[in-house]
C-alpha cells in the first residue's frame, strides 16, 4: 500500500493568493468609478419594526417594568419581547394587541404613535418624500397606498 506523509515530509509548499491580480494586457484607460458613501452618513428609512420596538420599550420603562414582567402578561417569552424592542423580529398583529393590552394601551393608540414616530423620523432623512402616494384619476388614489395624514391600523 501507500505510505503514509507525516507533517516534517514536505519541504516545499505552493502558496496562492486568494485574488490574483487581473492579467495586464494592453493598458485601457478605466473610467473612473465613484466613490462609495460611507455607511454613516447614509440615512435610511425607518423600518416599522424597528420604531414599534422602540415605542414598546419606552412604554415598558415609563411603566418601571421588566421584560419578564411584560412579557408574562403578553403570555411571550421575554427574549421574544427582548428582540422586538430591538427591532430584530417582526410580530404578528395578534401579537402587537397582546402587547398594547399587556402595557396598558390600546392597539389604535399604539398604532397611532408609532405612525407618528415614523413621521417624525421621516422628516430627518433627506431626500425621503412623504408624498409619494400615486393618484390615477382626480382624487382617487391606488389601493394600498397611504397620504400624508393617514393613520395606519392593525387587524387583531
Given amino acids: 500500500m501507500g505510505a503514509v506523509l507525516g507533517w516534517g515530509m514536505a519541504e ?3 502558496v496562492y493568493p486568494l485574488r490574483r491580480e487581473p492579467e495586464r494586457g494592453p493598458q485601457r484607460e478605466r473610467e473612473p468609478q465613484p466613490e462609495p458613501r460611507p455607511r454613516e452618513r447614509q440615512v435610511q428609512e425607518p423600518l ?3 420604531v414599534l420596538g422602540r415605542r414598546l420599550r419606552v412604554l415598558r420603562q415609563e411603566q418601571q417594568e421588566t421584560l419578564s414582567e411584560t412579557a ?3 403570555g411571550i ?8 424592542e430591538r427591532g430584530r423580529k417582526e410580530p404578528s398583529s395578534e401579537m402587537i394587541a397582546a402587547l398594547a393590552g399587556a ?3 390600546t392597539l389604535i393608540d399604539l398604532t397611532e404613535h408609532v405612525a407618528g414616530d415614523l413621521r417624525r423620523q421621516m422628516s430627518l432623512v433627506p431626500g425621503a ?3 409619494r402616494a400615486s393618484r390615477t384619476r382626480a382624487g382617487h388614489t391606488r389601493p394600498g397606498r397611504t397620504r400624508p395624514g393617514d393613520v395606519l391600523a392593525l387587524a387583531a
Fill in 77 to 84: 417569552s421575554p427574549q421574544y419581547l427582548s428582540e422586538i
Fill in 129 to 131: 418624500s412623504r408624498t
Fill in 103 to 105: 402595557l396598558g394601551t
Fill in 72 to 74: 408574562a402578561r403578553a
Fill in 12 to 14: 516545499h509548499a505552493n
Fill in 48 to 50: 416599522w419594526r424597528e
